[in-house]
Protein backbone atom coordinates (compact mmCIF):
# COMPACT_ATOMS: atom_id res chain seq x y z
CA UNK A 1 0.00 0.00 0.00
CA UNK A 2 1.44 3.41 -0.72
CA UNK A 3 0.56 6.25 2.02
CA UNK A 4 0.99 10.16 1.06
CA UNK A 5 4.50 11.53 2.23
CA UNK A 6 4.12 12.63 5.54
CA UNK A 7 6.94 14.58 7.16
CA UNK A 8 7.10 14.60 11.12
CA UNK A 9 9.07 17.71 12.52
CA UNK A 10 11.04 16.27 15.61
CA UNK A 11 10.62 18.36 18.44
CA UNK A 12 13.86 17.14 19.74
CA UNK A 13 15.81 19.65 17.38
CA UNK A 14 13.42 22.68 18.63
CA UNK A 15 13.93 25.00 21.60
CA UNK A 16 12.28 23.52 24.65
CA UNK A 17 11.89 27.16 25.95
CA UNK A 18 9.44 27.94 23.33
CA UNK A 19 7.85 24.52 22.67
CA UNK A 20 4.64 25.70 22.12
CA UNK A 21 5.47 28.68 19.39
CA UNK A 22 7.87 26.37 17.83
CA UNK A 23 5.10 23.69 17.15
CA UNK A 24 2.68 26.29 15.97
CA UNK A 25 5.65 27.33 13.37
CA UNK A 26 5.82 24.32 11.94
CA UNK A 27 1.26 23.89 11.91
CA UNK A 28 0.79 25.16 8.67
CA UNK A 29 3.47 22.83 6.95
CA UNK A 30 2.55 19.27 8.67
CA UNK A 31 0.15 17.08 9.80
CA UNK A 32 2.21 15.31 12.53
CA UNK A 33 5.11 16.56 14.98
CA UNK A 34 7.54 13.87 16.26
CA UNK A 35 8.47 13.47 20.15
CA UNK A 36 11.00 11.72 21.31
CA UNK A 37 10.52 10.09 24.98
CA UNK A 38 13.51 8.88 26.33
CA UNK A 39 14.12 7.87 30.18
CA UNK A 40 17.63 7.47 30.43
CA UNK A 41 17.94 3.43 30.77
CA UNK A 42 16.97 2.66 27.53
CA UNK A 43 18.97 5.67 25.94
CA UNK A 44 21.61 7.28 27.73
CA UNK A 45 19.29 10.48 27.58
CA UNK A 46 16.54 11.96 29.04
CA UNK A 47 13.86 14.17 27.40
CA UNK A 48 10.13 14.51 28.57
CA UNK A 49 6.98 12.86 29.75
CA UNK A 50 3.95 13.24 30.57
CA UNK A 51 3.45 17.21 31.67
CA UNK A 52 4.85 17.92 28.50
CA UNK A 53 2.89 15.60 26.17
CA UNK A 54 -0.16 17.22 28.02
CA UNK A 55 0.90 20.44 27.58
CA UNK A 56 1.41 19.81 23.65
CA UNK A 57 -2.14 18.34 23.21
CA UNK A 58 -3.48 21.47 24.51
CA UNK A 59 -1.44 23.91 22.01
CA UNK A 60 -1.77 21.84 19.06
CA UNK A 61 -3.92 19.49 16.89
CA UNK A 62 -1.31 18.02 15.45
CA UNK A 63 -0.92 14.30 15.30
CA UNK A 64 1.46 13.72 18.02
CA UNK A 65 3.66 10.90 17.07
CA UNK A 66 5.44 9.58 20.11
CA UNK A 67 8.50 7.21 20.01
CA UNK A 68 9.14 5.82 23.25
CA UNK A 69 12.79 4.63 23.91
CA UNK A 70 12.30 3.49 27.49
CA UNK A 71 12.22 0.43 29.72
CA UNK A 72 9.18 0.00 30.67
CA UNK A 73 6.78 0.92 27.49
CA UNK A 74 4.08 -1.46 29.30
CA UNK A 75 3.31 1.26 31.89
CA UNK A 76 4.10 4.55 30.46
CA UNK A 77 2.60 3.99 26.90
CA UNK A 78 -1.04 4.23 28.34
CA UNK A 79 -0.70 7.13 30.40
CA UNK A 80 0.56 9.03 27.41
CA UNK A 81 -2.18 7.88 25.16
CA UNK A 82 -4.00 9.37 28.19
CA UNK A 83 -2.58 12.56 28.12
CA UNK A 84 -3.20 13.02 24.41
CA UNK A 85 -0.34 10.83 22.42
CA UNK A 86 -2.19 9.76 18.94
CA UNK A 87 0.78 7.28 17.96
CA UNK A 88 2.94 5.11 20.21
CA UNK A 89 5.77 3.78 18.93
CA UNK A 90 7.81 1.80 20.92
CA UNK A 91 10.91 -0.91 20.90
CA UNK A 92 9.32 -4.81 21.70
CA UNK A 93 12.39 -6.26 22.65
CA UNK A 94 11.90 -4.36 26.45
CA UNK A 95 8.56 -5.88 26.76
CA UNK A 96 7.41 -9.52 27.98
CA UNK A 97 4.27 -9.52 25.87
CA UNK A 98 4.21 -6.54 23.26
CA UNK A 99 1.20 -7.93 21.77
CA UNK A 100 -1.05 -7.39 24.51
CA UNK A 101 0.62 -3.83 24.71
CA UNK A 102 -0.19 -3.54 20.69
CA UNK A 103 -3.81 -4.58 21.56
CA UNK A 104 -3.93 -2.44 24.66
CA UNK A 105 -2.88 0.53 23.15
CA UNK A 106 -5.10 0.36 19.91
CA UNK A 107 -8.17 -0.48 22.13
CA UNK A 108 -7.90 2.72 23.73
CA UNK A 109 -8.04 4.64 20.35
CA UNK A 110 -4.22 4.96 19.60
CA UNK A 111 -2.52 4.00 16.82
CA UNK A 112 0.34 1.86 17.38
CA UNK A 113 4.20 1.52 15.91
CA UNK A 114 7.16 -0.93 16.60
CA UNK A 115 10.73 0.27 16.52
CA UNK A 116 13.99 -1.07 15.11
CA UNK A 117 17.13 0.16 15.93
CA UNK A 118 19.75 0.16 13.12
CA UNK A 119 21.55 -3.42 13.97
CA UNK A 120 18.59 -5.19 14.67
CA UNK A 121 17.02 -6.85 11.92
CA UNK A 122 13.18 -6.81 10.75
CA UNK A 123 12.72 -10.58 11.47
CA UNK A 124 13.03 -9.20 15.34
CA UNK A 125 9.56 -6.88 15.17
CA UNK A 126 8.20 -9.58 12.00
CA UNK A 127 5.40 -11.50 14.16
CA UNK A 128 3.96 -7.88 15.30
CA UNK A 129 4.13 -6.05 11.94
CA UNK A 130 0.70 -7.75 10.99
CA UNK A 131 -0.74 -5.86 14.00
CA UNK A 132 0.47 -2.71 13.98
CA UNK A 133 -0.01 0.91 12.41
CA UNK A 134 3.40 1.82 12.09
CA UNK A 135 7.22 -0.15 11.63
CA UNK A 136 9.91 2.28 12.51
CA UNK A 137 13.05 1.58 10.80
CA UNK A 138 16.30 4.00 12.99
CA UNK A 139 18.42 5.45 10.47
CA UNK A 140 21.02 6.18 13.42
CA UNK A 141 21.44 4.76 17.25
CA UNK A 142 18.43 5.83 19.06
CA UNK A 143 19.05 8.51 21.87
CA UNK A 144 20.40 11.71 20.09
CA UNK A 145 19.65 14.13 17.81
CA UNK A 146 22.15 15.28 15.54
CA UNK A 147 23.47 11.91 14.32
CA UNK A 148 24.72 10.74 10.53
CA UNK A 149 22.47 8.87 8.44
CA UNK A 150 23.26 5.26 8.08
CA UNK A 151 22.87 4.14 4.68
CA UNK A 152 23.80 0.74 5.26
CA UNK A 153 19.77 0.92 6.71
CA UNK A 154 18.36 1.16 3.78
CA UNK A 155 18.16 -2.40 2.39
CA UNK A 156 15.90 -3.60 5.84
CA UNK A 157 13.36 -0.06 4.51
CA UNK A 158 12.89 -2.42 1.45
CA UNK A 159 12.25 -5.25 3.04
CA UNK A 160 10.26 -3.87 4.98
CA UNK A 161 8.19 -2.28 2.23
CA UNK A 162 8.42 -5.89 0.84
CA UNK A 163 6.33 -7.21 3.13
CA UNK A 164 4.08 -4.81 3.48
CA UNK A 165 3.17 -5.32 -0.48
CA UNK A 166 3.62 -9.27 -0.56
CA UNK A 167 1.41 -9.68 3.07
CA UNK A 168 -0.82 -7.12 1.46
CA UNK A 169 -0.23 -4.89 4.77
CA UNK A 170 -1.17 -1.18 5.16
CA UNK A 171 1.03 0.06 8.06
CA UNK A 172 2.94 3.36 7.37
CA UNK A 173 6.98 2.72 7.01
CA UNK A 174 8.55 5.71 9.20
CA UNK A 175 12.21 6.46 9.14
CA UNK A 176 14.11 8.38 11.79
CA UNK A 177 17.37 9.71 12.02
CA UNK A 178 19.97 12.53 10.10
CA UNK A 179 17.13 13.00 7.34
CA UNK A 180 17.53 16.12 5.17
CA UNK A 181 16.46 16.85 1.40
CA UNK A 182 19.50 14.31 0.30
CA UNK A 183 18.59 11.59 2.64
CA UNK A 184 14.96 11.83 1.77
CA UNK A 185 15.66 10.97 -1.72
CA UNK A 186 16.93 7.80 -0.45
CA UNK A 187 14.83 6.67 1.81
CA UNK A 188 11.54 7.62 -0.21
CA UNK A 189 13.20 5.12 -2.96
CA UNK A 190 13.53 2.58 -0.73
CA UNK A 191 9.82 2.60 0.53
CA UNK A 192 9.81 5.32 3.22
CA UNK A 193 6.44 7.24 3.25
CA UNK A 194 6.90 9.26 6.90
CA UNK A 195 10.19 10.97 7.32
CA UNK A 196 11.13 11.95 10.45
CA UNK A 197 13.22 15.48 10.66
CA UNK A 198 14.59 16.96 13.33
CA UNK A 199 17.70 19.76 12.45
CA UNK A 200 16.72 19.84 8.67
CA UNK A 201 13.26 21.74 10.01
CA UNK A 202 14.18 23.22 13.07
CA UNK A 203 17.70 24.47 12.45
CA UNK A 204 15.75 26.98 9.56
CA UNK A 205 14.38 30.09 10.21
CA UNK A 206 11.72 29.07 7.38
CA UNK A 207 10.33 26.40 8.64
CA UNK A 208 7.51 25.90 6.08
CA UNK A 209 10.43 26.49 3.35
CA UNK A 210 12.37 23.09 4.98
CA UNK A 211 9.82 21.07 5.37
CA UNK A 212 8.72 21.47 2.08
CA UNK A 213 12.47 20.78 0.59
CA UNK A 214 12.04 17.68 2.60
CA UNK A 215 8.54 16.91 0.73
CA UNK A 216 9.96 17.66 -2.91
CA UNK A 217 13.07 15.27 -2.34
CA UNK A 218 10.72 12.09 -0.94
CA UNK A 219 8.32 12.63 -3.95
CA UNK A 220 11.45 12.98 -6.68
CA UNK A 221 13.06 9.37 -4.53
CA UNK A 222 9.14 8.54 -5.14
CA UNK A 223 9.66 9.51 -9.10
CA UNK A 224 7.00 11.87 -8.85
CA UNK A 225 7.53 14.61 -11.61
CA UNK A 226 8.41 17.78 -10.11
CA UNK A 227 9.13 16.54 -7.03
CA UNK A 228 5.22 17.57 -5.86
Given at each position: ????????????????????????????????????????????????????????????????????????????????????????????????????????????????????????????VVELV????????????????????????????????????????????????????????AVARA??????????????????????????????????????
Amino acid sequence: MLHDIVISPSILAADFARLGAEVADVAPAVEWVHVDVMDGHYVPNITLGNPVVASLRAATDLVLDLHLMITDPATYAPQLVERGADSITFHPEVTDDPRALVDRLHEMGARVGVAIKPDHPLSSVVELVPHVDLVLVMTVEPGFGGQSFRADVLPKLVEAAEFRDEHDLSFRLEVDGGIDPETAVAVARAGADTLVAGSAVFGHDDRTAAVGAIRAAAQRGRGVEGGG
